[in-house]
């Protein structure tokens, strides 16, 4: 019973650690979650010019589950689009690119004959990775290919402009610096009628690297219209972006007062505002159709 008093005191001293540790998580952490909040709510610009209808012959050669995913992607009006390949889905990959790119294709050039200004639009491929840029030119799904950061660059310094209606695609796009993907998310939804497609692969046990950690994968959980092709496995499930990370270490600040704290609550309750009005957004729009 005397034992009692002690067990207390140190489930105490545990909790206060753990408190602790978490704020300390939580202050690391904030400026990478004001960046994914900004990001997030970047993303939710759209782009008119890029609802390329996918017709029964583009998606023919896809299983049903593909030829969802890859109609959503096409036709919807968000300027940024997220699409996951898992490990099962592996062998739909190339065939749902090409897809995508031939809804594209066949929308450009229909936009093109009803404008006066002739300058064609395309699709460009961004490859993030060397296995992404072979597989780029095996495929041949894109009529241009460029590394990211030369790419990024110059639409930052206005050397290159991607005509309207354009369609970007980065493979292995959590591979990106989190710099390039602001950028790119930016140039196609504030300032380009165009649209980008943020590619990611799951490799079963591949650990997230920080380099990897860029506001992709919080796009892929928290856009309701981001799409996935294949199976997650359970391992898979678990996500690893800094907005779900600061809630978890919120909730564990227990008895913690100040800036940090502060701002962080601030920062997850915006994030929780703009998840909630895309939820609403897509709801409507479901109900519409």
């Known amino acids: 019973e005397h034992d009692r008093p002690r067990a207390a005191c140190r489930s105490a001293y545990r909790t206060h650690l753990a408190s602790r540790a978490a704020e300390r998580e939580l202050a690391a952490d904030l400026p990478a979650l004001r ?3 900004a990001l997030l709510q970047t993303a939710g610009g759209r782009s008119g010019a890029t609802m390329y209808p996918a017709t029964d012959e583009v998606v023919s050669g896809l299983d049903e589950s593909s030829r969802a995913a890859v109609r959503a992607v096409a036709q919807d009006a968000h300027a940024v689009q997220v699409l996951t390949f898992h490990p099962d889905a592996r062998a739909e990959k190339a065939a749902a690119l090409a897809a995508i790119t031939a809804a594209a294709r066949a929308h450009q050039t229909q936009r093109l004959g009803n404008r006066h200004d002739k300058t064609p639009a395309g699709v460009l491929a961004l490859p993030a990775t060397r296995m992404a840029a072979e597989q780029a030119a095996e495929h041949g799904y894109a009529g241009s290919i460029r590394h990211p950061v030369a790419a990024v660059k110059h639409f930052d310094d206005g050397t290159w402009r991607l005509p309207v209606g354009s369609l970007v695609i980065v493979d292995d796009a959590d591979h990106l610096p989190p710099a390039q993907v602001q950028s790119l998310v930016e140039q196609a939804a504030v300032r380009t009628n165009t649209k980008l497609l943020l590619i990611t692969n799951h490799d079963d046990g591949t650990e997230r690297t920080p380099e990897r950690r860029n506001g992709v994968t919080a796009l892929q959980d928290h856009l309701p219209w981001a799409q996935r092709i294949g199976t997650p496995e359970y ?11 600061a809630t978890q270490n919120l909730a564990a600040s227990t008895g913690v007062d100040g800036l940090v704290y502060a701002e962080a609550k601030d920062l997850l309750a915006r994030h929780t505002d703009i998840a909630g009005g895309y939820r609403h957004e897509a709801a409507a729009h479901e109900r519409f159709i």
Do not use: F, M, S
Request: proline share 0%; charged share 50%; net charge negative.
């Open 35 to 37: 960046a994914e909040v």
């Open 235 to 245: 391992r898979n499930l678990e996500r690893d972006n800094v907005i779900d990370r």
